[in-house]
């Protein structure tokens, strides 16, 4: 009997159009080594999902109009700087607009039953882009994009974002800084780029206790994260209810990755996507699509991906990661501030 659950995969070598200065970590490179782990990863229930352009309504949903005009207007230059890290050439516009599009086929996808969960291999990354504002190698925030769409194509009530970029995503934060309806999550490493992310930063009005950012010292590897996962977030998430997760799903907190001072392993990330699993086969219906945000070493991004896949995939392959604790203060902080808004012994 097959028991793989059936994963939807946007992957596309025009990922690779959007080009970034010679030397940059945010590297078309890195869609390569995607392109040639899909093109090796031979096991059943995987279904491949084409993307589309991303419309101008849907970019709306989460952005200012001239945030979208202006990025329109770069298209053709070869190129135009944001700021000194956030940049584009002559097709970077249409390759924005194929990310979001590729994580919207993929939404509708799982909500039609055609695939389980999936996985958007896209780029350019999407979580630090503002309301108003390409910042930090991201153009569009997608995965805000693909909650915004969950909401108003499907009617969910409720969708949970994860995010364990290494980078906490400012931007996914304040598109729903006072939304009750779409909880934000974040472990990301402290003090770190963009400098947001507190803990105290719990959302505003009607949407406080629905934004747990979780702020993590240097040096913290799986144990440390699965310690999170397990007695923080699982337990909230839960509380939620959520019918959809997203995750955003950077691998930059790998060991290996030159952006960062953590040690997470490809087991790590392997451990999370399965706790996050299996509140999505309690709550969701199995509904989970994971959209890739950084991660910049290249064959730490290619195993990474490929353990996250396994994992949706059912396979099930990680190792059991030992809980350390060794980030036992930020812990004990974020629990602290989180048992205002939910029960987390």
């Not at 070869?78 to 097709?91: C, G, K, N, R, V």
């Not at 999936?118 to 504002?133: I, K, L, S, T």
């Not at 950012?213 to 839960?238: H, K, S, T």
Request: charged letters at 20%.
């Amino acid at each position: 009997m097959n028991n793989f659950l059936k994963t939807g995969i946007v992957i596309d070598g025009r990922y690779q159009q959007h080009q970034t200065a010679p030397g940059h970590p945010e590297c078309p490179e890195r869609l390569g080594v995607l392109l040639e782990l899909m093109n090796n990863y031979k096991r059943d229930g995987i279904i491949k999902i084409d993307p589309r352009l991303a419309t101008q309504e849907e970019l709306t949903w989460n952005h200012h109009p001239d945030h979208v005009k202006g990025l329109a207007a770069t298209a053709g230059q070869d190129q135009f700087s944001y700021d000194l890290e956030t940049t584009t050439s002559a097709q970077s516009y249409e390759v924005a607009c194929l990310a979001v599009g590729g994580l919207l086929n993929l939404l509708d996808a799982i909500m039609a039953g055609e695939v389980d969960n999936g996985f958007a291999f896209v780029r350019p990354p999407g979580h630090h882009a503002e309301y108003d504002q390409a910042m930090g190698f991201c153009l569009f925030n997608n995965v805000a994009i693909g909650a915004h769409h969950l909401r108003v194509k499907h009617q969910l009530e409720r969708v949970l974002i994860l995010d364990w970029d290494v980078h906490h995503g400012n931007g996914t934060e304040h598109s729903f800084y006072d939304d009750p309806n779409v909880m934000y999550m974040s472990l990301h490493q402290w003090p770190h780029y963009p400098g947001t992310g507190a803990a105290e930063d719990v959302g505003r009005g009607d949407g406080a206790g629905f934004n747990v950012n979780v702020p993590l010292p240097a040096q913290c590897g799986d144990g440390d994260y699965v310690a999170m996962f397990q007695e923080i977030l699982d337990p909230i998430a839960r509380q939620f209810d959520p019918q959809f997760i997203l995750i955003s799903a950077g691998f930059d907190a790998h060991a290996n990755d030159p952006l960062s001072g953590m040690h997470v392993s490809e087991e790590g990330f392997a451990a999370m996507a399965r706790i996050l699993m299996n509140i999505a086969k309690d709550h969701a219906q199995h509904r989970c699509a994971v959209l890739l945000e950084g991660g910049y070493h290249l064959n730490a991004l290619q195993n990474s991906a490929k353990s996250v896949l396994d994992e949706l995939n059912g396979q099930h392959l990680a190792n059991p990661v030992p809980i350390t604790k060794s980030s036992i203060h930020a812990f004990h902080r974020v629990r602290d501030i989180q048992q205002k808004f939910w029960n987390v012994l």
